[in-house]
């Protein structure tokens, strides 16, 4: 399987500042994406990451407020702007590849930054 | 679309089976399983496709009815450390797209 970090791990914010989360990959992979998961809820997806174009935002996410870079095949960041409490998350990079760990497509999470907004 | 996991939580004890199910109201490609540890990232344990058999490794399998667009984990002879959020995530056209998860169900193993 993929090794897939993140960096910040964690961190604590003000309201109304920006937080760049960092997400690499040890190998090259086909897509990339960014999920949210709250307290105690489900994986929601925010975005797929594009290599060498604008993301692609899921219902309810927009670029102004989640700007994400893809400039290669191993590496993406996503940006949560103007943060406010209702911000506050976890944040997960995942990625997709065929025959990262058999023969179709799976889908591997990295270890997730975890951001307080107060 | 969401798909619809059952049951929402579950207490075990040592060495007792479960059954945990993922279902949808549409077509599906592939559902893949993740347990999820409190403070941890989803670790992926099986994908099963379209057409495919079912999945297993050690005491934990899978199965995937077309009919019904559901698919079953089944936890046989359970460990304390299978306890965790299980989800499905699933996919509805092929490759490339990512996937949608369910809202997860809450095992615990108690010894």
């Known amino acids: 399987s993929a090794v897939i970090s993140q960096k910040p791990s964690r961190d604590i914010c003000q309201r109304g500042t920006s937080l760049t989360i960092q997400c690499q990959v040890d190998?090259?992979?086909?897509?990339m994406f960014w999920y949210r998961q709250q307290p105690g809820q489900s994986l929601t997806l925010i975005a797929t990451?594009?290599?060498?174009?604008?993301?692609?935002?899921e219902s309810g996410f927009v670029i102004d407020k989640f700007p994400i870079s893809r400039p290669n095949l191993t590496f993406s960041t996503l940006t949560v702007s103007n943060m406010s409490p209702e911000d506050s998350s976890i944040y997960l990079c995942s990625v997709e590849g065929l025959g990262l760990a058999g023969p179709y497509n799976e889908q591997f999470f990295g270890p997730g930054t975890r951001l307080t907004v107060l | 679309q969401q798909p619809v996991q059952s049951p929402q939580a579950v207490i075990l004890r040592e060495g007792e089976d479960a059954v945990i199910n993922c279902s949808s109201s549409?077509?599906?490609?592939?559902v893949h399983w993740y347990r999820q540890k409190h403070g941890e990232a989803p670790v992926f344990l099986m994908i099963l496709l379209k057409g495919g058999e079912q999945k297993g490794h050690d005491k934990i399998s899978a199965s995937f009815n077309e009919k019904k667009q559901q698919s079953s984990l089944y936890l046989t002879a359970s460990q304390l450390s299978y306890s965790g959020t299980y989800f499905c995530?699933?996919?509805?056209?092929?490759?490339?797209?990512?996937?949608?998860f369910g809202k997860g169900t809450r095992l615990s193993v108690i010894a």
């Open positions: 190998s090259q992979v086909t897509m």
């Open positions: 995530g699933t996919e509805m056209d092929s490759g490339n797209t990512p996937l949608v």
């Open positions: 549409k077509a599906l490609y592939s």
């Open positions: 990451a594009n290599q060498g174009s604008e993301a692609t935002y």
